[in-house]
DNA sequence: GGGCGCCTTGACCGACCGGTCAATCATCTT
DNA sequence: AAGATGATTGACCGGTCGGTCAAGGCGCCC
């Protein structure tokens, strides 16, 4: 049951998105209520349920969009790379780039993954971007440029490490992205070498 | 302000402490109600309240408690072992040891890391988690044994791969504990190799 | 101008939540 | 037996929250 909207409305929509999105990320999900949200947009509580059904779908939609997003980033950055070892390093390059530009969305995610109603949307996340990972790990480990064990666990060492480095040190320390994504690189590579 | 407590009270603030852990983490901490804990161990209200000043307090002292254990866990486990790369083993080992026999703590502290109240004590058990480990990698860099980088990035890495495994593999699908932590190692002592 | 449909307002509602407290019970000490 | 003190009860309170809704404005098309 989606709503016709002109673009004022699409414009508005987008406007709440984000305002929650900001306010979840520095105060938490519960504890930033619907009031404070449509108060610092400065509108009346009626716009917010007027786009969204309940403050849970909202945050159901934040978190299918940043992967969404995410994964397009991650796709453009690998394109056509032929090389799987080189494409598993533009994956984490590109996700650094990505977390480093929407440090909002990181403790969304991590917040979610600890409540019953949303946990589920973040596995089914997970899982996916486990499966592309795992799609170019196989690929290195038949051309033996990657040790021969199991790709499931692989990849997620490697999304351990990347996320885990991501929030130390662009988002607490808010160092150079390259640098961070170079020291997350060549730990990974290492790591999987065979 | 601490109270005077019998036996009987120490047993029974255990007691709320387990049962509260067991809950927040199932259901969320904001989810569950200081009702509900109550209510699971059929007792009135004010007993929650003679053992602790607030429910906020409660998951501060949970915290802190997992962070301790864990990293008293760690220390015996790595003893008086001269060599640093097998202290970071030792390390990884006994934390996959502790999070299978801890589910419930893992939750708490990925939660607690998104609240505004409570990310300074997450902040803080993960300094002294990240220095400890510091330390072997130091010892490991000057034995020319690991890649002589930010001891503190290769921290962070390790710990990262260390979580996400026992997360996926030993949390959420419940494979054996030796097998996990292998791959965390194999994995950790080829990315911090030199 | 007049009507129609997108958009906005904010008072209001029922539910629930963290925390309090006067009263009572239980157990140990003297 | 009689306090004293630890431990427990559960009704109660003020406040907040997610969500509703009747009413009204705003822009667009005939």
Redesign the pocket.
């Known amino acids: 049951m989606t709503?016709?909207?002109?673009?004022?409305?699409?414009d508005?929509r987008l406007q709440i998105l984000r305002e929650a999105a900001r306010l979840f990320s520095e105060r938490g999900?519960?504890?930033?209520?619907?009031?404070?949200?449509?108060a610092s947009?400065?509108?009346?509580?009626?716009?917010?349920?007027?786009?969204?059904?309940?403050?849970?779908?909202?945050f159901v939609e934040l978190l299918r969009g940043a992967h969404q997003d995410l994964r397009r980033r991650q796709q453009a950055a690998i394109g056509d790379e032929p090389d799987p070892v080189r494409r598993i390093e533009l994956g984490i390059r590109a996700s650094m780039a990505w977390f480093h530009e929407h440090r909002s969305s990181f403790n969304l995610v991590q917040f979610a993954a600890t409540e019953e109603r949303f946990a589920p949307v973040v596995r089914h996340n997970r899982e996916v971007a486990i499966a592309d990972a795992v799609r170019h790990i196989k690929d290195g480990i038949v051309e033996g440029r990657i040790a021969d064990q199991d790709p499931g666990v692989l990849a997620e060492a490697v999304v351990g490490v990347t996320e885990r480095l991501a929030q130390a040190y662009l988002l607490e320390r808010d160092e150079p992205v390259d640098q961070v994504a170079d020291a997350a690189v060549a730990f990974c590579l290492r790591g999987l070498m065979g």
Chains 1, 2 share one sequence.
């Not at 999900?29 to 449509?38: F, L, N, Q």
């Open positions: 709503r016709k909207l002109t673009q004022r409305g699409r508005r999900y519960h504890p930033t209520s619907v009031a404070d949200i449509v947009l400065k509108v009346g509580k009626g716009v917010f349920y007027w786009y969204f059904p309940s403050k849970e779908e909202l």
